[in-house]
């Protein structure tokens, strides 16, 4: 502890946030010294972090401490830094030009913090002069400054930019905040509060203008930029690891966007039912509002709609008839690795097995395609219902079925769904059908390596990148899957592990300690 920079002792007192082992009802204090022009704050929980990470079960967490004597006694009884470690510490960022960036922790005793400087000091060969202002503590080095009071201590950084102010007088002026004028006077806010998971992000559309430079022309034709809001949650769970989003819009704005969101249906299950769930590796669907397509088309339109008048030449259809035709699902798996044989050229290949659907309402809309490639590159042959078109030899199957287009390069599968109009083993039988049903976004990976066959790991050592595959025998190997769902308005990202019994952050760690 040599480094003679004051980021130091941030990094030392963001640790030290993290080594608690309880969590008490969070305050609301620090939040009284973040402005309410931040565009972004966030939070994280110490408490739940290190009882969810075993931190102190963590082998290479104690190497790094080793026999440094200071570090070692922090670590068993973290509360001599003074810092109330039981509750929520925070960030924010505020400012354009420039711009600040600030971590801010609640205090719980004064004294022994302004102590901690002291001895910290000590371990790094400087003195740590601490003077008082009208009404907080500080102490700087250059331009950093760490500034406290009786109840949370704040370290405030400027990023890029210049102003007339100095960091001291922008901290001067945060720990002299009225009510009115932090970001706790932000009914949104408050609510986010209410919501906290582990690590959480707030972001607000008010201070949009900051965060782009003023470059908001697509958001105002969506109508009121203003009191928009984001919410994002980390959380990491037993087994889990739950990335959410939650928009909060208001009336004006979600009105627009509900007028021009061309993806606000779920997913039917007849669609899903032609995708396999043998040797799954990826699923995935989403649905197509036609019209809402056809309004943003006639809001937008510029006068150019060759392509549609066109194929109103061609089909005799409306452009509003095509655009209808195309409404419904599209949804894709694939499932394992097939070998691809080039009788001309004697070789062999390996391509993942594909299978993609598209629903339709009008099927002299997919004969009409057929005719169209037909005309330009005469290779689609005609056999038993369905249509062969090949792609540098590689044969693609097209069929239609109950008003659904399938492309597949595996005929046993398209086969199946032209004679039955499902896969008898599909995805509809696995765990991840609710997901893919209840939302009009939907994407599936699946990393459970042990599940995949021998072709499909053969594969990934042979043919993928190498990195990826040292990832899926690594650390990899303790996955199950990736799941993506939601809407517009609100999203989920989900990382399953294996293993239910640990939590995922302390997987995580285990692993890195390997």
């Known amino acids: 502890m040599k480094s003679k920079s004051i980021q130091t002792i941030i990094l030392t007192l963001a640790g030290l946030a993290l080594l608690i082992t309880s969590c008490n009802k969070p305050s609301q204090d620090i939040y009284t010294v973040v402005p309410d022009n931040a565009a972004i704050v966030g939070s994280f929980n110490p408490g739940k972090l290190i009882e969810k990470a075993g931190a102190k079960d963590i082998e ?53 913090f302004e102590n901690f400087l002291e001895q910290l000091g000590k371990e790094m060969d400087m003195e740590f002069l601490i003077e008082k202002a009208d009404n907080f503590h500080f102490t700087k080095e250059g331009g950093n400054i760490i500034a406290w009071n009786k109840s949370l201590v704040l370290s405030l950084q400027q990023v890029g930019g210049w102003g007339d102010e100095t960091v001291f007088e922008k901290i001067t002026a945060l720990f002299s905040l009225e009510d009115e004028n932090c970001v706790l006077s932000e009914k949104d806010f408050k609510s986010f509060l209410s919501e906290q998971k582990d690590i959480n992000v707030w972001a607000t559309s008010n201070q949009l203008d900051n965060l782009t430079g003023g470059n908001t022309g697509m958001f105002n034709i969506l109508g009121a930029i203003n009191n928009n809001y984001a919410h994002i949650f980390l959380e990491f769970n037993d087994g889990a690891i739950v990335l959410s989003s939650n928009l909060k819009l208001n009336p004006d704005f979600r009105k627009n966007l509900d007028r021009f969101n061309i993806i606000d249906k779920n997913a039917e299950k007849d669609i899903l039912k032609m995708l396999p769930a043998k040797d799954l590796v990826m699923a995935g669907n989403f649905r197509l509002n036609s019209e809402k397509m056809i309004e943003i088309m006639k809001t937008f339109n510029s006068g150019n709609n060759e392509i549609l008048e066109n194929l109103q030449k061609e089909t005799g259809k409306s452009p509003d008839e095509i655009l209808k035709s195309l409404q419904g699902n599209i949804a894709f798996s694939i499932n394992g690795i097939k070998h691809i044989e080039d009788p001309e050229m004697g070789e062999s290949d390996k391509m993942p097995v594909i299978v993609a659907a598209l629903q339709l309402n009008d099927e002299d809309l997919f004969k009409y395609f057929i005719s169209m490639v037909q005309k330009q590159e005469g290779s689609i042959e005609e056999k038993d219902g369905y249509y062969i078109l090949r792609a540098d030899m590689v044969p693609f199957y097209l069929g239609v079925k109950n008003k659904v287009v399938i492309m597949s390069n595996e005929l046993s599968y398209m086969t199946e769904i032209l004679s039955e109009g499902k896969i008898k083993n599909n995805v509809m039988d696995l765990d991840i059908s609710k997901t893919l049903v209840d939302n009009p976004i939907c994407f599936y990976l699946n990393l459970d390596k042990d599940s995949y066959s021998e072709t499909i790991n053969d594969y990934i050592s042979s043919e993928m990148d190498q990195g990826f595959a040292m990832g899926l025998s690594g650390f990899g190997t303790s996955l199950k899957s990736l799941t993506l769902s939601g809407n517009i308005e609100k999203s989920e990202l989900t990382v399953e592990f294996k293993d239910k019994s640990v939590n995922s952050l302390k997987a995580i760690l285990l692993a890195i300690d390997k």
């Open 60 to 112: 290479f967490i104690k190497r790094e401490i080793g026999d440094d004597e200071f570090a070692k006694a922090l670590f068993e009884n973290p509360d001599k830094s003074g810092i109330n470690i039981n509750e929520y510490s925070g960030f924010f960022m505020f400012g354009s030009n420039p711009r600040y960036i600030g971590i801010v922790m609640p205090l719980k005793k004064q004294k022994d």
